[in-house]
T-cell receptor
Framework: EAGVTQFPSHSVIEKGQTVTLRCDPISGHDNLYWYRRVMGKEIKFLLHFVKESKQDESGMPNNRFLAERTGGTYSTLKVQPAELEDSGVYFC????????????FGPGTRLTVL | AQKVTQAQTEISVVEKEDVTLDCVYETRDTTYYLFWYKQPPSGELVFLIRRNSFDEQNEISGRYSWNFQKSTSSFNFTITASQVVDSAVYFCALTNPTGGNMLTFGGGTRLMVKP
């Protein structure tokens, strides 16, 4: 069974540009999470989808970030316009329906904003 | 508010040494879950263990063991007879049933095992 996959693995863009990150969760996992780790800081929660609905988006830093999960399968996280402080590693995780079930993480997307 | 502290940012040991990674947490919830994840050089976060707040039994899995002490709010992780392949960043994390399922992570401990 395929694990959580993320695309691209690396992205280098200039300040002001737009970047879209994609996450494909494990098939059948209704719960999908986005986290990010900016340089030197902890991994921080961004948001949580249950199927196509946003369950919790309290960690989204500002309105330059837009996450979608149309159809309840893969998810995208768009940053528009990107700023220098958005640089970091963006992780996606998925889990089955039960609360506090194990979250399976993808390899992350390393975003560098110049 | 929840918080997880991993005071050791980096540890270096020689192969076959035992090493303990510390994790201290803060939460107002009486029911919560604690996790350890490993991040090898390839980048993904690999689940190691989940422990609920009502189960204070220590757990051993091969060379790995975990010591959960509710009285000191600690969930420490010990690797016995470390190997070079154990080199990675290790993250401790916390979640609670009433706060959704989001993980609160510590800052991570980078473990380097030298041959």
């Amino acid at each position: 069974e395929a694990g959580v996959t993320q695309f691209p693995s690396h992205s280098v863009i200039e300040k002001g540009q737009t970047v879209t990150l994609r996450c494909d969760p494990i098939s059948g996992h209704d719960n999908l999470y986005w986290y990010r780790r900016v340089m030197g800081k902890e991994i921080k929660f961004l948001l949580h989808f249950v199927k196509e609905s946003k369950q919790d988006e309290s960690g989204m830093p500002n309105n330059r970030f837009l996450a979608e999960r149309t159809g309840g399968t893969y998810s995208t996280l768009k940053v528009q316009p990107a700023e220098l402080e958005d640089s970091g590693v963006y992780f996606c995780a998925s889990s089955q329906g039960e609360r506090n079930n194990e979250q399976f993480f993808g390899p992350g997307t390393r975003l560098t904003v110049l | 508010a929840q918080k997880v502290t991993q005071a050791q940012t980096e540890i270096s040991v020689v192969e076959k040494e035992d090493v303990t990674l510390d994790c201290v947490y803060e939460t107002r919830d009486t029911t919560y879950y604690l996790f350890w994840y490993k991040q090898p050089p390839s980048g993904e976060l690999v689940f190691l263990i989940r422990r609920n707040s009502f189960d204070e039994q220590n757990e051993i899995s091969g060379r790995y063991s975990w010591n959960f002490q509710k009285s000191t709010s600690s969930f420490n992780f010990t690797i016995t007879a470390s190997q070079v392949v154990d080199s990675a960043v290790y993250f401790c994390a916390l979640t609670n049933p009433t706060g959704g399922n989001m993980l609160t992570f510590g800052g991570g401990t980078r473990l380097m095992v030298k041959p």
